[in-house]
């Protein structure tokens, strides 16, 4: 088992979040809301407008995300989706966390405001204007930024 903290497609409500409860991709299970340590930008990007975490921490915001458990059969699918380590690389970021979810109820339920350790999609092997692009707190492919990402399907 291992945790992954989510910012991206891959949150509820957005366009990746159902590979991740497609059970012949491996199990997940939602643990907390959270927002990294530090800042990192998070940006949206190239042709398909997919959004990145760039290894830059100290700027930008501190993002908004999710963390699941994941067994390793879906660690090695989003290891897989995530097209590592060319386009992502799995790094480890320091999150605190906002909320934890209801089946953490009990005698050592950890407080909100607890920093925990999770996995992340970041990256570093990103084109060199890409820190100068308007980073975002916490993304929404809906947003009112209009960059309407391409799903893996849509994409030529
Ligand atoms: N999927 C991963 C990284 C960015 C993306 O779209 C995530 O949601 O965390």
Request: charge should be negative.
């Amino acid at each position: 088992m291992a945790r992954v903290f989510v910012y991206g497609t891959l949150k509820k409500g957005q366009p990746n979040y159902f590979r991740m409860f497609d059970i012949n991709n491996g199990k997940a299970e939602f643990i907390a809301s959270a927002f990294t340590k530090h800042k990192f930008p998070l940006v949206i990007a190239g042709k398909y407008n997919i959004p990145f975490l760039l290894n830059l921490p100290g700027q930008g915001h501190r993002v908004h995300g999710e963390i699941y458990e994941v067994d390793n059969q879906m660690l090695k699918f989003l290891d897989d989706f995530e097209s590592i380590p060319t386009m992502y690389q799995r790094t480890t970021v320091e999150v605190e966390v906002k909320e934890w979810a209801r089946k953490m109820d009990g005698e050592d339920r950890p407080s909100p405001g607890s920093i925990t350790e999770a996995f992340v999609y970041s990256t570093t092997t990103y084109q060199p204007d890409w820190p100068s692009l308007p980073s975002y707190e916490s993304y929404d492919c809906y947003g009112d930024h209009n960059l309407q990402y391409a799903t893996r399907e849509a994409r030529d």
